[in-house]
């Protein structure tokens, strides 16, 4: 009996249609494999116009550079995606950025008081800037634009490190002076912790680089986001987060389901 054009079609699609799993093969499965959902993106959503014009541009290139110590080995986005979700509130970048920026004078004027090689750099600031110098050659390898921003930032740290350096050594006594710096740069960073407790509602990622070099680079970006820069860019980190809380709403919604298969025992 011959088929007429609208079977003949249907049949083709059957046809070229994958295979459905079995059961076995389903139950087999894991969790995480059946409903696996990338923490965060590496290519953005091509959904939104701003997204697909960063995905187009040469700019979204520099983003995908990748370093060993970013997150799991992976992209500059994925790792900026990453701290985004760690400093998603208003409230937490602003507290980092006046916190860090405290720990980091305090820390030039630490190194200021240290003795220079020679008496020629008795006020210069040596030893920060010696400090700075692979903060703002690893942001400019980064993200070249970032290196006006981040070398007026050191600089101006540096300078007042050197000012306020040399009126305390005139009091003589760095016995008492030192270590309140010292305990001010620590309350500084604690308060970072704190700020994660109250403003995120959940506890810091605790991974060293991230908190030595790429958060204050991330905060530097936050500066450069309020002044209009690359709005995509912002998107995307902002795009990553709702799919995070996404998925953490699937998840947990699913997890009663799941439970429910358990066999009781009677």
């Not at 997204?51 to 040469?58: N, Y």
């Not at 509602?201 to 970006?221: C, D, M, S, W, Y």
Request: glycine content about 6%; aromatic content about 12%.
């Amino acid at each position: 009996m011959a088929m007429t054009g609208g079977e003949a079609k249907n049949a083709e699609k059957a046809a070229a249609a994958p295979p459905p799993l079995s059961s076995a093969t389903s139950d087999s499965m894991s969790e995480g494999q059946k409903y696996e959902v990338p923490n965060y993106r590496d290519e953005p959503s091509q959904e939104d116009p701003l997204l697909r014009d960063f995905a187009k541009s040469q700019l979204s290139l520099t983003f995908h550079k990748t370093f060993i110590l970013f997150k799991d080995g992976r992209s500059l986005l994925s790792e900026l995606s990453f701290i985004h979700h760690y400093h998603s509130t208003i409230g937490n970048q602003l507290l980092h950025q006046v916190t860090t920026t405290v720990a980091f004078l305090g820390t030039f004027v630490l190194l200021f008081f240290i003795p220079g090689p020679s008496d020629r750099f008795h006020h210069v600031p040596v030893y920060g800037a010696c400090l700075a110098l692979p903060y703002l050659g690893f942001y400019t390898w980064l993200l070249p634009i970032s290196s006006v921003l981040f070398t007026l930032y050191f600089a101006a740290l540096l300078a007042l490190s050197a000012v306020a350096g040399t009126f305390l050594l005139n009091f003589h006594r760095l016995d008492i002076i030192a270590p309140s710096i010292a305990a001010v740069v620590v309350v500084s960073l604690a308060m970072q912790g704190l700020g994660h407790l109250v403003f995120e509602k959940r506890l810091p990622a605790f991974r060293i680089f991230e908190f030595l070099v790429t958060t204050p680079f991330f905060l530097g970006l936050v500066i450069m986001f309020w002044f209009g820069y690359n709005p995509a860019l912002q998107a995307c980190l902002t795009t990553a987060e709702l799919d995070r809380e996404s998925h953490q709403r699937t998840r947990s919604a699913r997890a009663p389901s799941a439970m429910s298969n358990v066999p009781r025992n009677k």
